[in-house]
């Protein structure tokens, strides 16, 4: 079977684009191909910073032949009818079409088309130009003279060559030729840039693979990955240090280069001063570039770079290059680092602010709270400024503490401080060390250990891999912090919408679960809904919409909010949603209770006991359900006097006690005993359906056996709604 090369050579395409691209590239040629009649045995795309390249194995030579037949109208039918027929089979006259005959309807036309296969070279030929030219960049450009036309070819960055080959192993492989804007595809490319920027002839992937190696260009993004990080440990490893990993930059650097060469800098042990965050991301934000760090004594002022070229010097001088930047960044963040530590020149200005909060201004973070107090930085404009919100997440906090077993004091002092770092001169330059730094800054001016880790830890979890905090202190701010944004939002009817949710309000309410769930925390959401309603009127905030929010509103519309993300993050656990469904009420607004409930129902309905209880549950409730539409009567309690047979006196007798010892271990919290309460119910129910009539012909003995059968309803709804339980 044939196979097909394409590649699309270009100037450098920004590292973050070039797996998506290429990615796309496979889907829009498989996709395109099959659509026209072709199928093929593998694909797989290759990207490099100059390239997208697409291998396609075991594609068929032609497509088949295609035979339907189209029914038509009547051969009584109007003119209108016969002309949408014709326009539909392609046809220019109805003679074209056959006369067909059914014994009941008469006879009718039917259109036979026949479509002959055509060679793939001529299908390739024919979709590659829609293709490359409908490409979907982020950013795109025009170049040269041909820009000045309309609709003229956009490409990311300039496109320079195109590969396009066809055939088999044993044979010589086809070029398969078309052109777009004067480009026109072939058989050759170049290799790298500065080595062998010369350009040669391929035939299949095999041979394009293997001289683009020897044109120093590794193709396998993969492979560039391994080199770079091997290469990068044992080159640390020889100067007795650790390569300090990461993937993110590992992935953003192999699309940097097409021929890696590791090389170690270096800059001086001063700025070792400098926690290691800051030099970490600033050397990684401006140069690229991974630290290293001495075995268990934190960073050293070496670090690691990848170049392109292999330079006639070993590198030297692109090493000292690297390293005359590095400096230069970490002269700048050394310079904010001190900054930050120093007084603010305007502490009088500060004072009304500080008295608010009761901030020690002889403290830098404290200071660097009551600026952005005084600054009047708006969160959003129907919620108040930054300090408002502050103010609000500390009450909250306070509130939260004795709930998850914090110091209500240090949970306030932790709320206040936590967003300070918000305005240090670090954070404004790294905004994605926002928290670490509060958390550092925390620790040098001797605030309690759950304070200066709250800092940090009340912003997670940021996605469903980050870790939760732990600590009571950090988990009452995060909390606070969470719910104030949803409480917020929800006010002022800013929720999401579709996939539309530009305040991150599904992460948050995902924190809220997680922070719950796996720090196994109880806590009423109503409640809190409530104080924080009550704090916003208290605090004054401005919007009028604050006055007229109602303990109804969050009930249903907030607290349904947390229980689809409730279901989301419990299916991802593994649960059934069925199971979910039927714990979950419109009230419910424990999320560890209903966490819980599902698993012990889970564990339950996988025993034998648990499956025929349910069955007979089921049954019970569709005869009752049943009865109810046809309005029979059906006793308001049970009289046991009417019992006719043994089996109703022993299912009352199983149902009483189970209710009893049910209701007793739901209010220990004791879910499985809860079930194990209920499994003692199997034996009777199954042996009432086996030998009672429930629809006796004397009304009141049917009436009491359907009463009978509401018991069973009722304690089985004590623990969930088995109507809603699959099986």
């Not at 032949?65 to 109007?78: C, L, M, N, Q």
């Not at 590198?315 to 400096?327: F, S």
């Not at 469903?464 to 909390?479: E, F, N, R």
């Not at 042996?687 to 009141?700: G, Q, R």
Request: aromatic share 6%; charged share 25%.
């Amino acid at each position: 079977m044939p196979d097909l090369l394409i590649e699309l050579r270009s100037e450098e395409i920004p590292a973050r684009m070039q797996r998506k691209a290429a990615g796309d590239l496979r889907k829009s040629v498989t996709d395109a191909l099959v659509d026209a009649g072709l199928t093929y045995e593998a694909a797989r795309e290759y990207w490099t910073p100059r390239r997208l390249t697409l291998d396609i194995r075991g594609l068929t030579p032609r497509s088949k032949d295609v035979h339907e037949e189209i029914k038509g109208p009547s051969t009584k039918a109007p003119e209108q009818a016969l002309a949408g027929f014709m326009r539909k089979a392609g046809l220019s006259d109805i003679s074209e079409a056959h006369v067909h005959t059914d014994p009941k309807k008469g006879d009718f036309y039917v259109a036979h088309i026949s479509n002959p296969g055509r060679d793939a070279e001529e299908i390739i030929a024919d979709v590659m130009p829609g293709i490359i030219r409908g490409f979907s960049w982020p950013k795109s450009m025009r170049w040269g003279p041909a820009s000045a036309k309309p609709g003229s070819l956009r490409w990311v960055r300039p496109l320079q060559s195109i590969i396009c080959t066809f055939g088999p192993e044993t044979e010589e492989p086809t070029v398969i030729s078309f052109e777009i804007d004067g480009l026109v595809a072939g058989n050759t490319t170049s290799g790298h840039r500065f080595h062998a920027p010369d350009s040669f002839t391929v035939r299949r992937f095999d041979d394009y693979s293997e001289k683009l190696e020897r044109a120093r260009v590794v193709l396998d993004a993969e492979r560039r990955k391994e080199i770079i990080a091997s290469d990068a440990r044992n080159l640390a490893f020889a100067s007795g240090l650790e390569l300090v990993e990461d993937e993110g930059l590992l992935d953003e650097v192999s699309g940097l280069v097409e021929w890696p060469v590791v090389l170690m800098g270096e800059f001086e042990e001063d700025f070792l001063q400098i926690p290691d965050d800051i030099i970490r991301l600033t050397i990684k934000t401006n140069q690229k570039c991974f630290v290293l760090r001495k075995p268990g004594n934190g960073l050293s002022n070496r670090f690691i770079l990848v170049s392109n070229i292999e330079a006639s010097d070993g590198g030297r001088e692109i090493a000292l290059g690297n390293a005359k930047v590095v400096r230069a960044r970490l002269s700048d963040a050394l310079y904010f680092w001190t900054t930050d530590q120093a007084a603010l020149p305007d502490l009088a200005a500060l004072q009304p602010s500080a008295e608010k909060f009761g901030l020690d201004l002889a403290k830098p973070l404290d200071q660097r709270m009551a600026k952005l107090d005084h600054l009047g930085v708006t969160f959003h404009a129907k919620l108040g400024t930054q300090g408002e919100r502050v103010q609000r997440i500390a009450r909250l906090a306070a509130e939260l503490a004795p709930v998850v077993g914090a110091d209500p004091k240090l949970a306030t002092r932790a709320a206040l401080l936590a967003k300070a770092d918000l305005t240090t001169e670090v954070v404004g330059e790294f905004p994605e060390l926002q928290g670490v730094m509060g958390r550092i800054y925390s620790g040098l001016q001797g605030e309690d250990a759950s304070v200066a880790l709250a800092a940090e830890d009340h912003y997670k979890p940021q996605g469903p891999s980050d870790q939760v905090p732990t600590d009571p202190v950090s988990i009452s701010v995060a909390l606070a912090d969470k719910l104030d944004t949803l409480l917020g939002f929800w006010t002022i009817n800013e929720k999401p919408t579709g996939s539309k949710d530009p305040y991150a309000l599904r992460r948050a309410a995902l924190g809220v679960i997680r922070i719950l769930i796996e720090n196994e925390v109880r806590l009423g959401l109503t409640k809190q809904f409530v104080d924080w309603s009550m704090n916003n009127r208290a605090l004054a905030l401005k919007s009028e919409d604050l006055e007229t929010v109602g303990e109804q509103l969050y009930q249903s519309d907030l607290l349904s909010f947390f229980h689809d993300r409730l279901k989301v993050y419990l299916r991802d656990q593994g649960a059934r949603h069925d199971l979910i469904d039927a714990v979950i009420t419109p009230a419910s607004d424990d999320l560890l209770d209903i966490t819980r409930r599902v698993s012990a129902l889970g564990a339950f309905l996988d025993t034998e006991d648990g499956r025929n209880l349910l069955a007979g549950t089921k049954r019970a409730a569709n005869i009752l359900a049943a009865e109810e539409r046809k309005g029979t009567a059906i006793a308001e309690s049970v009289e046991p006097s009417l019992f006719e047979l043994d089996e109703e006196k022993n299912l009352f007798t199983a149902v009483t006690q189970s209710v009893s010892l049910a209701t007793e271990a739901i209010g220990n919290e004791d879910y499985s005993a809860a079930m194990s309460a209920l499994a003692t119910l199997r034996e009777p129910v199954d042996s009432f359906f086996e030998a009672v009539l429930v629809n006796a012909e004397v009304e009141n003995v049917r009436a009491n056996r359907l009463a009978l059968l509401a018991m069973i309803r009722h304690a089985t709804g004590a623990v969930a709604d088995f109507s809603k339980i699959a099986g």
